[in-house]
C-alpha cells in the first residue's frame, strides 16, 4: 500500500507490472467494467488519470475567473444571479474532481502546488481575455458546449469515481451551455451594437474553442493509450467535428456568421468541412504564452493565500475536536 502525505492509503503502483494482472485488467476495461480506486491497475493508468483529472480539476477553478471579471457589471439582477450561480458550479466541478484524483494517491496540496508553480496544465481557453458581456454568453454557449461534448463520454470512462463526477458535472454543464445560448439570442434580438457585440465575441472564442479539444489525432500523443484503456472514449478530432457540427446550426438560427471563410457542409461525411487552425497559437498558449496567462495564475496564487486563515482555522478546530475525543 502507497501512504499519501496525508495519510490516505492506495493499492501499491505496481513495481513489476505482473503480466497476468495486466491482462486481467485489460480484459475488465474492455468488458466495460469501472476500475475502482482499490484494484489494481497499471502505474501508467494511474498517472495517466492524475494528469487529465487534475488538469481538468485545475480548468474547472482557473475557469471562474473569466467570467468572475463580469460579475459587478452584468447588465441586470437575473443576469447577476445566473452568472454567481453557474460560477459557483464551477467551484463545485473543480471540488469533485480533486477529490477523484486524490483517490488515485495524490493529494489536494501536491495538485495546488503544481497548478500554482506552472508544472500542472490547465485548458487553453481560460488564458483569453473577456472584454465584454457578450463573451459571458459566448464562453456558456462555446466553452460550456465544447464541455459537455467532451464530458458526456466521459461519463462512460473507465475509472469510476472519474466517470461518477462526470455525471453531476454534465447535467449541470448542460445548463451553463443553454444559459450562454441565451444571452447570445438575447443580444441578436437588441440592437444593431449588441448584434455587433455577440458576434464580436463569436469571431474572438469560435478558434480558442475548437483547440480546446486538444491537438490533432496524428499529433496528441496521450490518445492512443488513453482510448485503448477507455479513459478516453473518443478522440479529439471525432470531438472536434461533432462539436462544429452541433454548434454551426445553432449559430445560423440566431444570424451569427461563424468566422470560417472555409467553412461549407459535406454531404458525403453528413459533416461540416472547416479550415485549418492554428495550431502554434494553441502550442504557445499551452506553454504559458497566453494573453493574460500570468494574471490568471497570479489571481489563483492570491485566492490560496488569502484563504490561508481558512485552513488554518479548519486545522485548529480539528486539532480541538481530536484532544476533545482522545480526553
Ligand atoms: N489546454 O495527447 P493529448 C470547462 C495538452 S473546463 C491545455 O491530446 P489528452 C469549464 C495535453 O494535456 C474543461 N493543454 O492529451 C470550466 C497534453 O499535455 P501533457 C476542461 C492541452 O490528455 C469553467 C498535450 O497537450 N476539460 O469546461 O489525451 C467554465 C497533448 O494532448 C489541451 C477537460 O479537462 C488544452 N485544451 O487529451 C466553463 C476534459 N489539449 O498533459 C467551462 C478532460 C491538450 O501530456 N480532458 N493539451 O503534458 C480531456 O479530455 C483530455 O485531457 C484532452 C487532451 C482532450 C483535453
Known sequence: MYTTELGKTGPTPNEREDPALVAAFEARVAADEFIEPKDWMPEAYRKTLVRQISQHAHSEIVGMLPEGNWLTRAPSLRRKTILFAKIQDEAGHGLYLYCAAETLGTSRQEMIEALHSGKAKYST????????????????????GAAIMNQVPLQRTSYGPYARAMVRVCKEESFHQRQGYEIMMAMMAGTAKQQAMAQDALNRWWWPSLMMFGPPDDNSPNTERSMRWRIKRDTNDDLRQKFVDATVPQAELIGLKVPDD??????????????????????????????????????????????????????????????????
Open 125 to 144: 481557453i481560460f488564458n483569453y481575455p473577456t472584454l465584454t458581456w457578450a463573451d459571458m454568453g459566448a464562453i456558456g454557449w462555446l466553452v460550456d
Open 262 to 327: 472555409d467553412l461549407v457542409w459535406n454531404e458525403a461525411k453528413a459533416g461540416y468541412d472547416f479550415g485549418a487552425i492554428e495550431w502554434d497559437e494553441f502550442y504557445a498558449v499551452v506553454r504559458g504564452e497566453g494573453a493574460v496567462a500570468k494574471e490568471r495564475l497570479l489571481a489563483r496564487r492570491k485566492a490560496w493565500d488569502d484563504g490561508a486563515w481558512v485552513r488554518e482555522a479548519a486545522d485548529a478546530h480539528e486539532a480541538k475536536r481530536q484532544a476533545r475525543q482522545a480526553a
